[in-house]
């Protein structure tokens, strides 16, 4: 029995302690796992969060036509087009609210700025004397 237990503690340990030494072997940047988490992380930015937005964005339009268009004259479609109404502007409240947590989060503990690639607003027109 104790040499069973013995088994499975050194071979859990072992097993976790396999990541360490391939970071350690794979320098202070994790090689090409860094690029890959990288990479993926400017997809999930760049790519699936304004996918998600215009998604939402194009549910509440349709919401829209279905209650004020196609649902003038029926109870039934209106209703439903105030249900894609209301879900789509609280689908938005939220990914707007989580956007802001993990800004937050990002500042305050990581002293990051997120969203530094976003372009300046052009400075104000002035006359010359």
Same mark, same amino acid.
């Given at each position: 029995?104790? %040499?069973?237990?013995?088994t499975?503690v050194t071979?859990?340990?072992g097993?976790l302690?396999?990541?360490l030494? *391939?970071v350690g !072997? !794979?320098g202070?940047? @994790?090689? %090409?796992v860094?690029d890959?988490f990288?990479?993926? /992380?400017?997809f999930?930015?760049?790519? #699936?969060?304004?996918l &998600? @937005?215009a998604f939402?964005l194009?549910?509440f339009?349709?919401?829209?036509?279905?209650? @004020?268009? =196609?649902? %003038? !004259?029926?109870?039934e479609?209106?209703?439903?087009g105030? %249900?894609l109404i209301? =879900?789509?502007?609280? /689908?938005l409240v939220f990914m707007?609210? &989580? =956007?802001g947590i993990v800004a937050?989060?990002a500042?305050g503990? @990581? /002293?990051?700025t997120?969203?530094?690639?976003?372009? *300046? #607003?052009p /400075? *104000?027109p002035t006359?010359a004397?």
């Amino acid at each position: 029995m104790i %040499q069973k237990i013995f088994t499975t503690v050194t071979t859990s340990l072992g097993m976790l302690l396999i990541p360490l030494v *391939t970071v350690g !072997a !794979a320098g202070p940047y @994790f090689g %090409q796992v860094d690029d890959l988490f990288t990479r993926f /992380g400017g997809f999930i930015e760049n790519v #699936l969060i304004p996918l &998600i @937005f215009a998604f939402a964005l194009l549910v509440f339009v349709w919401g829209m036509f279905r209650f @004020f268009v =196609w649902g %003038q !004259a029926n109870e039934e479609d209106r209703s439903k087009g105030r %249900q894609l109404i209301i =879900w789509s502007i609280v /689908g938005l409240v939220f990914m707007v609210s &989580i =956007w802001g947590i993990v800004a937050i989060v990002a500042e305050g503990v @990581f /002293g990051t700025t997120t969203g530094s690639n976003l372009p *300046t #607003l052009p /400075g *104000t027109p002035t006359l010359a004397p």
